[in-house]
């Protein structure tokens, strides 16, 4: 694994269920997550970005899941680490700030125990020192009185001081990836640019490489390095955000753009829009299926029958479509 990445996902499946009726949640996704950057997830709902955010902790192990590929971590393969390996890495290594701050924290335990709390677990400091770590990072996320803030409960606090707190408690122990699961779902949007700020703001002062979960392709402009667009369990664009979103050449990722309210220039009558839903696909539909989004897609043509190419436009840069054999698009 080259040294600029501190983890790369390579053909990474995950399914549920058994048999041909098994769902294919993530269906051999691969990208790679660097140091002090953002990586933005995005797609619609069902498109598998969750999932693959999971799986990284070795969350989706268990009911009825299977997983094959490799999430290689340290010169490890994590899909292959056994779960006490993997127990000594989340929270200290990998770390995860889930969508809903307002059911993430015990309601019944103070806000400085359960930041110190993974102190304690895996820097193994003692009480006191756990605490005084607790103090600082509440500090460090801007929530005033650290003090008074250590001996609160979370239902004391706001919204958005409830997800600084996860936020906290996700940077705990310094790791080296963090995965933001629509970490700013339940906040308003004033809110949401504090978070999202604040999360890409201390991960490049500490170093720490981000997964951002998102469907929020304005989220995705303002604060992310590199995307990757996933639809139906496969990455279907990555690239820089700036390239993606300026020149954008899958048919999927123009139909998202499109569909963007603009405050500037001329007003369209109506919101472009993307026909039908995100299908489920089971192993046994997977099977047969040439391009997955040819059923959604304008440009549909005899040889999306077939699965589609990945085309790479440059080092980082592709694209996952028949759409090269009928000239561009944009």
């Known amino acids: 694994m080259p040294t600029e990445e501190v983890l790369r996902i390579t053909g990474l499946k995950v399914g549920f269920g058994a048999g041909d009726e098994r769902v294919l949640a993530v269906d051999g996704v691969d990208l790679a997550l660097t140091p002090g950057k953002v990586h ?8 598998g970005k969750s999932v ?14 299977t ?19 993997m127990r000594a ?36 400091l003692s009480k006191k020192d756990a605490m005084r770590r607790a103090a600082e990072l509440l500090d460090e996320v801007g929530i005033p009185d650290a003090g008074r803030a250590l001996r609160a409960y979370p239902h004391e606090f706001s919204g958005g ?22 970490p700013t779902t339940a906040l308003d949007v004033t809110i949401q640019a504090q978070i999202l700020g604040l999360v890409r703001t201390l991960c490049a002062d500490h170093g720490t490489a981000v997964l951002l979960v ?5 989220v995705v402009a303002r604060y992310a390095d590199e995307v990757s667009v996933m639809y139906v369990g496969e990455i279907v664009e990555t690239g820089a955000v700036a390239d993606v979103l300026s020149a954008p050449r899958h048919p999927y990722t123009q139909g998202l753009l499109g569909a963007i309210p603009r405050l500037r220039g001329p007003k369209p009558e109506r919101l472009q829009t993307i026909p039908g839903s995100v299908p489920v696909f089971t192993a046994a539909a997977a099977a047969r ?14 040889r999306c029958a077939q699965p589609p190419p990945t085309r790479e436009l440059a080092p980082g840069r592709a694209f996952r479509c028949w759409l090269e054999e009928k000239g561009s698009t944009s």
């Open 52 to 65: 693959t955010g999971l799986s990284v902790l070795g969350l989706t192990r268990g009911g009825g899941a």
């Open 214 to 218: 998102t469907h929020d392709l304005g």
């Open 89 to 124: 890495l989340r929270g200290a290594e990998l770390s995860m700030v889930f969508q809903d701050p307002m059911t993430s924290l015990n309601p019944l335990h103070r806000v400085g125990r359960q930041i110190a709390e993974m102190a304690r677990l895996h820097d193994h």
């Open 40 to 47: 933005a997830l995005v797609g619609e709902s069902g498109s």
């Open 161 to 182: 001081m409830r997800q600084r707190v996860m936020i906290a408690i996700a940077l705990a122990c310094r790791p080296k990836v963090l995965v933001a699961d629509e």
């Open 67 to 85: 997983i094959s590929g490799e999430i290689g971590y340290g010169g490890r393969n994590l899909v292959e680490l056994a779960e006490p390996g």
């Open 289 to 302: 299926a040439g391009c997955r989004f040819a059923a959604r897609c304008g440009h549909e043509h005899d």
